[in-house]
């Protein structure tokens, strides 16, 4: 089995290790992107990006949702992930998106969300095989790019919707890689990940196999990539707040970071969003990742969970590094 610091290939595309992060709908913007190139990701994905806001140029997914930093390129490709229904916009979204520099084209099938599975994206497709494979083969011919899919193991609980897809993607679209959630689409999150029906995908598929899910700690990710065979491994919620789990996971790393480089690492965030977003944006948009942040903080419990609470009522940056520093302050040396 190869290591994951080895080299991987999608297509023509070159990764220089086999750890990924995921498309974190909502949040993998070009700095989460940016920060987990920082720590080592050999692919960066986008967030979920409706390929028909993109095919009709609306404005704020442009300026915001498909921007790509240069330097997310230093040190591996970078991914767009496109969700939607429709062939044709596909195919338009997904020139726009290779004209504006990304490597690899992602496609959506895996989403459970209802606003998406209503429209026919997302993991609906798990069950509409000819619309799936339409849209792959429509993505890779609008971009010249290889295309990627990540789905999920099927609709329901124990279901094989997922795994039939993928076979179809690669055989009739000639998708380059496959990336698995090993759960049901409606189980969501709940429940362990079902690594055997994994490992079942990795080997009988002829392109690289992608695991997600369960992924949380160095540990865990060692473990399922073992027991699966994966050509690489994808880090979505684990990482959120834990830039430093790629390190761990490439073996770069082997301690927790310290409170400094914590509150060093949010201010770089903080940095990042006010220069995306504006400082007013900036500041209601992290109130979703300053509990991340604090989590990993050498706290007590009980004063972790109160100035997580603290944190995302702050009305400014300010504000939340005085309630990070005095928090840290009042624990005994």
């Known amino acids: ?180 959630h090993p759960r049901a689409a409606t189980t969501a999150h709940r429940g362990r990940p079902d690594y055997a029906l994994a490992a079942e995908l990795v080997r009988t598929l002829d392109v690289p196999v992608i695991l997600s899910g369960g992924l949380d700690s160095a540990a865990a990710v060692h473990e399922a990539h073992a027991q699966t065979g994966a050509a690489a491994v994808m880090l979505a919620r684990g990482s959120l707040g834990n830039p430093w789990l790629f390190e761990q996971v490439l073996g770069t790393r082997s301690c927790a970071p310290g409170d400094g480089e914590v509150l060093a690492e949010l201010d770089w965030v903080i940095e990042q969003a006010s220069a995306h977003l504006g400082v007013a944006r900036a500041s209601r948009y992290l109130r979703r990742f300053y509990p991340w942040y604090v989590e990993r903080l050498t706290l007590p419990r009980v004063a972790a969970r109160a100035l997580q609470q603290a944190v995302v009522q702050a009305d400014s940056f300010a504000a939340v590094r005085e309630l990070l520093e005095s928090s840290l302050a009042a624990q005994p040396a």
């Open 1 to 180: 089995m190869t290591a994951l610091t080895d080299e991987l290939a999608i297509g023509p595309v070159r990764l220089p290790n086999r750890v990924v992060l995921a498309p974190l709908a909502g949040i993998g913007n070009w700095f989460v992107r940016l920060q987990a190139r920082r720590h080592g990701a050999g692919l960066v994905v986008s967030e979920m990006v409706s390929s028909h806001a993109v095919h009709y140029r609306n404005a704020r997914t442009h300026r915001e949702l498909l921007r790509i930093d240069p330097r997310e390129h230093v040190g591996g490709p970078v991914c767009v992930q496109l969700f939607g229904a429709d062939p044709e916009v596909m195919r338009s979204a997904a020139a726009t998106v290779a004209a504006l520099g990304a490597d690899l084209i992602d496609i959506n099938m895996g989403c459970p969300v209802p606003k998406v599975c209503r429209t026919g994206a997302g993991a609906a497709l798990l069950v509409d095989g000819d619309r799936a494979v339409a849209l792959a083969r429509a993505a890779a011919a609008g971009s010249g790019l290889p295309v990627t899919v990540k789905l999920r193991s099927g609709w329901r609980a124990g279901a094989r919707d997922g795994i039939e897809l993928a076979h179809r993607l690669v055989r009739e679209a000639g998708v380059a890689a496959i990336a698995v």
